[in-house]
T-cell receptor, first 114, second 109 residues
Framework: ETGVTQTPRHLVMGMTNKKSLKCEQHLGHNAMYWYKQSAKKPLELMFVYSLEERVENNSVPSRFSPECPNSSHLFLHLHTLQPEDSALYLCASSQATSGADEQFFGPGTRLTVL | GQNIDQPTEMTATEGAIVQINCTYQTSGFNGLFWYQQHAGEAPTFLSY??LDGLEEKGRFSSFLSRSKGYSYLLLKELQMKDSASYLC??????????WGAGTKLIIKP
């Protein structure tokens, strides 16, 4: 595997379900991100981890819970979601969180909440 | 508040040149990025500008004017595969990336 991978690619869940999204980066980067992408809206930054510590939490509802067990893996745990949470969830990584460091994105998980 | 403005959609002809504009109002500035995103795929990095002027990379060029809060992405010799969304993002004083909603570029034969 190369780059940033995400599983599953598609997920349909009911509002009472609990599920987790997984992201893995094979680039040796120190920072990882979760974004939400909704149609015709800017990317919304949800969480940032740098060296496995959370450094950013943009007022995300508690029904989204991130976990970063090591610098290569990032999870997003989902529970009691709402239909408006349906979106593309993108994971990204970068060498650092500042300067010219570009972010490398995974293919995303298309989430549908029924 | 912080804001990035881009046109929602643009149409251009294969072989032609197109310029996609981006204006921003952010708390501080620590660089501007352009990304390309094909439908159903991940965004991929195109360019980075932190100083005023033009950065050229093959068929793609990106320009920045910090005093005007303005950037553009110039695509030359357009190909059908350039049909995609183009995202502008600015790193603010807290080094957080602020994203525009993207410009959907449609290339016609």
């Amino acid at each position: 595997e190369t780059g940033v991978t995400q599983t599953p690619r598609h997920l349909v869940m009911g509002m009472t379900n609990k599920k987790s999204l997984k992201c893995e980066q094979h680039l040796g980067h120190n920072a990882m991100y979760w974004y939400k992408q909704s149609a015709k809206k800017p990317l919304e930054l949800m969480f940032v981890y740098s060296l496995e510590e959370r450094v950013e939490n943009n007022s995300v509802p508690s029904r989204f819970s991130p976990e970063c067990p090591n610098s290569s893996h990032l999870f997003l745990h989902l529970h009691t979601l709402q239909p408006e949470d349906s979106a593309l969830y993108l994971c990204a990584s970068s060498q650092a969180t500042s300067g010219a460091d570009e972010q490398f994105f995974g293919p995303g998980t298309r989430l549908t909440v029924l | 508040g912080q804001n990035i403005d881009q046109p929602t959609e643009m149409t251009a002809t294969e072989g032609a040149i197109v310029q996609i504009n981006c204006t921003y109002q952010t708390s501080g500035f620590n660089g501007l990025f352009w990304y390309q995103q094909h439908a159903g795929e991940a965004p991929t990095f195109l360019s980075y500008n932190v100083l005023d002027g033009l950065e050229e990379k093959g068929r793609f060029s990106s320009f920045l004017s910090r005093s005007k809060g303005y950037s553009y992405l110039l695509l030359k010799e357009l190909q059908m595969k350039d049909s995609a969304s183009y995202l502008c993002a600015v790193r603010d004083s807290n080094y957080q990336l602020i994203w525009g909603a993207g410009t959907k570029l449609i290339i016609k034969p």
